[in-house]
């Protein structure tokens, strides 16, 4: 089976060191200032420079520089108590950052993926809240038993482009007797899921592979690991000439290899579902994360390559947390269609 999803953006949580140094533009005025009022005076910077989400970027380094994850999470008490000026030194770095159109999650140096607090270091992909959504479906999935997934109840999942780390450890964290193939073919991937693994001490359940799906003579490598029951993957999906349309959070801070799908979106779509059927049981699954024009694509696409024996099986449409300035996401489900295809 093939599933699909793309995803759009989602703003979270970073550590930046702070260091004191001289005056500099846009410091709330001198006195005592309490964390309300500097959330009010940086939304309103924020707001004048046109940085989107003003209030919420605001409020987000504001109460990471107090230790807490959200503002609303904040004692009470902190709300109104002056701040100290090596606070307010600190959150006029991140501010500035800010500024300088980077994302918050890059800002604080971590952001929650699914309950998991992830470290998240530019320019690997910041997984989105769509994504989320593709996880849960496998999640359905496999706990609906062999109807998609096949007999195993505790699938080994291969995911083809970890990033972070974000999909792999949390199917891991919910399937607690699964083990996870990951790999990525960008160095700077590979080190976070690693060192992601090690914060959620998840890392005994999983391999961590650098591998380029586009490099054909490197797949068998991979069956060393045994066949798996179920690919997952957000694979790059973006339409080569809509790339230019991301924002500029995306443009100058990820990687464009997370992002960049070729012409139609389908270059590293299609190399997985050829890899897929080697790598596979009988029935397994495949779930990808795509744009909404994609399952008529792959579904074409799939029917010029009547050897693989693939179907498209299931298609979801997600909008959950895109804007106006994004693509909509899309979801679609595909299976090995073939049996005696086992391993
Ligand atoms: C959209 S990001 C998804 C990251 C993560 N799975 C997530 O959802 O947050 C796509 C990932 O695929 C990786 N990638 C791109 N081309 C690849 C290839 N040819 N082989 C393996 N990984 C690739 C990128 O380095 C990037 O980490």
Known sequence: MLRALLSGLGWRKGIWGCAFSSWQPHQPPVGLLSATEVVSHWTAV????????????????VAHVLGAKTFQSLRPGLWTQPLTPWQLQCIQELGSYRLQRMPVQYILGEWDF???????????FIPRPET???????????TQGPRVVGAESSPLILEVGCGSGAISLSLLSRLPQSRVIAVDKGEAAICLTHENAQRLQLQDRIQIVPFDVTSVESWAHLLSWGPVDLVVSNPPYVFHRDMEKLAPEILRYEDPVALDGGEEGMDIITHILALAPQLLKDSGSIFLEVDPRHPE???????????????????RRDFCGSKDTEAPVGQMCAQDGTSGHGH
């Open 46 to 61: 924020f707001e004048e420079k046109g940085i989107p989400e003003a209030r919420e970027s605001s409020e987000y380094i």
């Open 114 to 124: 699914q309950g998991l607090n992830l470290k998240m270091a530019p320019p690997v």
């Open 132 to 142: 989320e959504e593709l996880v849960e479906w496998v999640l359905e999935e496999v």
């Open 297 to 315: 694509l792959v579904g074409s696409w799939l029917q010029s390559q009547p050897d693989l024996s693939l179907n498209l099986v299931a298609m």
